[in-house]
């Protein structure tokens, strides 16, 4: 009875099915006929017959229908994925454990978190790439240090995890190489790198930036890149070479002559004006972007703060080389005859020289970053533009070499990087993660604007990818002075903004420096002093100095070729270093203000620099001609 049952349903099913294919065949003005199921035994009894013939004949179709399938997949298989590709996607899943150095202060969106955030949620979606945070590897400062020190003793390190700048954290990069535990990405990197990444590294200098991440010829980590164009240049009061007759000078023979007349006329009023404040501080001064004295070894051939080619591939310290020599008696010069204060070196940083002599319209020049008139002239403070109606600083490239360039070190390349152990699958997967941060945040390459829309907007404003990022960081990153002043002059010249996406958190400054273009309303500064509208002109103010005249200066400079950057052959730590380099920069430091301010004589120089060898130098130059081959 249950087989006939079976039939039955089997012969009713058939019908309806016919039915089906009539009723979806048959013109649609036509009625369709209707068929009763069998329902009698002898109906039943013939739906068993022919159940068993549908049976046999269903077998016999499908076993064909396997063999055509078999015979169609031998002759054309399913294409592969090339996961080597910059941008392909994964077929399944691919884990990425991360020790992540968190950005101290950073705010996550709401309802996002280090391990789920739209960044990992992109690389997800678009490469299948999820990423772990082991077990809340999420620390900042010198607890990244001592846990990634910690994880390595314990044979516990993630996949994945960022190299930063300090000596402790290169210590362990080499410790790690030497011990064959990180994965040697040199075919990788070369085959996996793409997009914005891959055209910002053809158009630069690709083994100088790679190279502390390379040990013996083979390369165990992806670089990040530092933002150039933040060396120092001369700001000078152009009030007072108008007052005084003066031109802008040029050479560090123009320079020393223009503040010794600053000196002799004094045309702030002051009894104590000098020509040039400098920092003593050796952080922010002397060789840093804040009142450093940097522009003038440069000029002179002298690079006392890196690694530079001796001209014959060999790498050596820049303050140990004959024309620091020749800098620091120019430097000396200038105490004695009262260009610079001889009292500076007791002063206690950058913001007592600044409250001393720049804030009482007692010096006419200074040595600073690009950014100077943000912190310094913008605001309310006493030597600020809107406290002194008249006062104007600008930037220029000074002093220049013999050859009419101005030349500073090219500071682009960092010692960080993300490294990835030789014990993981994909090694590849964290280069490609890095290709789409790239291109999508960074560069906001409008080839992917569907994702900058779905990943990057939504959260303007709430947080930053420097925050949500479980990586050391970009890749490459764009130099923010030169695109600014392009978007600035093509907006002067058409009317219309049309922002770069790289800049796009510097638009307010972007209009000042537009709208002082068209109407210099410089005069307000002075009329209303309240902090609501002093935001307006600072935003005018910064726009129109920091980003188009500062800007414009670059670009101008490079096609010209007045600006040319040194490149430094070296850039980052060696085994002797956390052993002897501190000291090293102490003992620099010291005999240098000794010999600047008159307490040491300049043949002092040739004393220092015999215990600079004695000391331990000799052992770190030789590691780092190691390192670098010469």
Not at 390 to 405: K, R, T
Not at 418 to 434: M, T
Not at 478 to 490: D, F, K, T, W
Request: charged share 20%.
């Amino acid at each position: 009875k249950m087989r006939r049952l079976a039939a039955a349903l089997l012969a009713a099913l058939m019908l309806l099915a016919v039915a089906a294919c009539d009723s979806n065949n048959q013109d649609t003005t036509t009625a369709a006929p209707t068929t009763a199921a069998p329902t009698t035994e002898a109906a039943a009894t013939e739906a068993d017959a022919a159940a068993d013939a549908t049976e046999a004949e269903a077998t016999t179709a499908a076993a064909e229908a396997t063999t055509a399938a078999a015979t169609t997949t031998a002759a054309a298989p399913a294409a592969e994925v090339d996961v080597m590709q910059p941008f392909s996607a994964y077929p399944e899943p691919i884990v990425i454990s991360v020790g992540r150095q968190n950005n101290a202060g950073g705010q996550f969106a709401p309802g996002e978190s280090a391990g789920d955030n739209s960044y990992t949620r992109m690389l997800k979606d678009v490469l299948n790439i999820e990423i772990d945070v082991a077990g809340g590897f999420d620390a900042n400062g010198d607890e990244y240090e001592n846990t990634l020190a910690l994880r390595a003793a314990s044979n516990t390190l993630p996949d994945t995890f960022g190299i930063t700048e300090s000596s402790k954290s290169r210590v362990l990069f080499q410790q790690l190489v030497e011990g064959g535990r990180l994965a040697d990405l040199t075919d990788i990197y070369g085959k996996a790198i793409g997009g914005r990444t891959k055209e910002s590294i053809d158009a630069t200098d690709s083994a100088a930036a790679l190279q502390h991440m390379t040990v013996g010829g083979k390369l165990y980590g992806v670089t990040s890149e530092k933002e150039g164009y933040n060396t120092a240049l001369l700001w000078i009061r152009k009030d007072w070479l108008d007052k005084c007759g003066l031109e802008v000078p040029k050479t560090v023979e123009d320079v020393t002559n223009v503040a010794l007349e600053f000196v002799k006329q004094k045309p702030g009023g002051m009894d104590n004006t000098i020509g040039i404040a400098v920092s003593p501080d050796p952080n922010g001064g002397l060789f840093g972007q804040w009142m450093g004295v940097l522009p003038v070894f440069n000029a002179l051939g002298s690079y006392p703060d890196i690694w530079i080619d001796d001209g014959t591939g060999k790498a050596v310290f820049g303050a140990v080389q004959p024309e620091t020599k020749e800098a620091l008696a120019v430097l000396a010069s200038w105490i004695q005859s009262g260009v610079m204060d001889k009292n500076f070196v007791t002063m206690k940083n950058g913001d007592e020289v600044r409250d001393t002599y720049l804030s009482t319209n007692a010096c006419g020049m200074i040595f600073n970053a690009w950014w100077d008139p943000w912190p310094q002239w913008n605001g309310l403070q006493d030597a600020s533009v809107n406290n002194n109606e008249g006062l104007e600083w600008i930037p220029v490239f000074a002093p220049l070499n013999g050859a009419g360039q101005f030349v500073p070190k090219n500071e682009t390349i960092s010692t960080g990087g993300q490294v990835v152990l030789a014990s993981f699958e994909h090694p590849e997967a964290v280069v490609k993660a890095l290709n789409l941060y790239t291109d999508v945040v960074t560069f906001r390459n409008p080839e992917y604007q569907d994702l900058i829309d779905k990943y990057v907007t939504p959260v303007e404003g709430l947080t930053d990818y420097r925050t949500m990022s479980p990586f050391v960081g970009d890749l490459y990153k764009p130099q923010s002075r030169l695109i600014n002043a392009e978007v600035i002059n093509s907006y002067k010249a058409t009317g219309v903004l049309d922002l770069d996406p790289r800049v796009s958190g510097d638009v307010n400054s972007i209009q000042g420096a537009y709208d002082w273009a068209n109407n210099n309303t410089m005069s307000d500064w002075y009329k209303d002093k309240n902090e609501d509208e002093a935001g307006k002109y600072e935003s005018m103010y910064v726009g129109h100095t920091a980003f188009d005249i500062v800007g414009n200066l670059y670009l101008e400079g490079e096609k010209s070729g007045v600006y040319k950057e040194k490149n430094q052959i070296f850039v980052g730590s060696t085994d002797s270093a956390a052993d002897y380099g501190q000291m090293l920069l102490d003992l620099r430091n010291t005999a240098f203000l000794q010999i600047i301010s008159g307490e040491k004589p300049i043949d002092y120089f040739d004393e220092f620099v015999e215990q600079w060898h004695n000391l331990g130098g000799e052992i770190i130059t030789q590691e780092v001609n190691e390192i670098v081959g010469g």
